[in-house]
T-cell receptor, first 114, second 111 residues
Framework: DGGITQSPKYLFRKEGQNVTLSCEQN?????MYWYRQDPGQGLRLIYY???????QKGDIAEGYSVSREKKESFPLTVTSAQKNPTAFYLC?????????????FGPGTRLTVL | GENVEQHPSTLSVQEGDSAVIKCTYS??????FPWYKQELGKGPQLIID?????GEKKDQRIAVTLNKTAKHFSLHITETQPEDSAVYFC??????????FGRGTSLIVHP
């Protein structure tokens, strides 16, 4: 089955620690995205990548970092600089990164800072 | 950039009733308007989409209408069922490489 996997499903972190969320896709999609979802806030874009070894900041990139070394993988690191990291994080991909491509979402990772 | 407003934020209906969710957008360059359904604890999934060259699209109990002049589009669900209960998101894209989503509508269908 083709799709997007995110791991882990639940993640707990102590304040001051960096943590990395995994996102893998086997859809052969060029573009990948990271969103943060908070209650009543909808989906806010953190970073996106249209091609390997290239990525762009979204609306709320501060306190986050990404890498895109392989087409299939787009890990997100939540750093200690992110003031309020507790949220539901969604990874998505599109065929070619065109503005009119459909977004395919993973199942999400719920991060809780203790 | 694009701005998408979605209403209502919560919609409660009885099983069998119709539900309508509306989104307005600001960027006249947007030309792709998908709708996603998100069940609790899961990622959003595309349920229907429409492009700017058509005014209406239907798929069984679900339909989407688009009014480009007024810059709004709507999701219509007929004969609602309890399994339709979820959060629904609209998106307006095409003017830039950054997708823009509405804030979501929580649909509750009472048996």
């Amino acid at each position: 089955d083709g799709g997007i996997t995110q791991s882990p499903k639940y993640l707990f972190r102590k304040e001051g620690q960096n943590v990395t969320l995994s996102c893998e896709q086997n859809l052969n999609h060029d573009a990948m995205y990271w969103y943060r979802q908070d209650p009543g806030q909808g989906l806010r874009l953190i970073y996106y990548s249209q091609i390997v070894n290239d990525f762009q900041k979204g609306d709320i990139a501060e306190g986050y970092s990404v890498s895109r070394e392989k087409k299939e993988s787009f890990p997100l690191t939540v750093t200690s600089a992110q003031k309020n990291p507790t949220a539901f994080y969604l990874c998505a991909s599109t065929v070619a990164g065109n503005p009119t491509d459909t977004q395919y979402f993973g199942p999400g990772t719920r991060l809780t800072v203790l | 950039g694009e701005n998408v407003e979605q209403h209502p934020s919560t919609l409660s209906v009885q099983e069998g009733d119709s539900a309508v969710i509306k989104c307005t957008y600001s960027d006249s360059a947007s030309n792709y308007f998908p709708w996603y359904k998100q069940e609790l604890g899961k990622g959003p999934q595309l349920i229907i989409d429409i492009r700017s060259n058509v005014g209406e699209k239907k798929d069984q109990r679900i339909a989407v209408t688009l009014n480009k002049t007024a810059k709004h589009f709507s999701l219509h669900i007929t004969e609602t069922q309890p399994e339709d209960s979820a959060v629904y998101f609209c998106e307006a894209s095409g003017g830039s490489y950054i997708p823009t989503f509405g804030r979501g509508t929580s649909l509750i269908v009472h048996p």
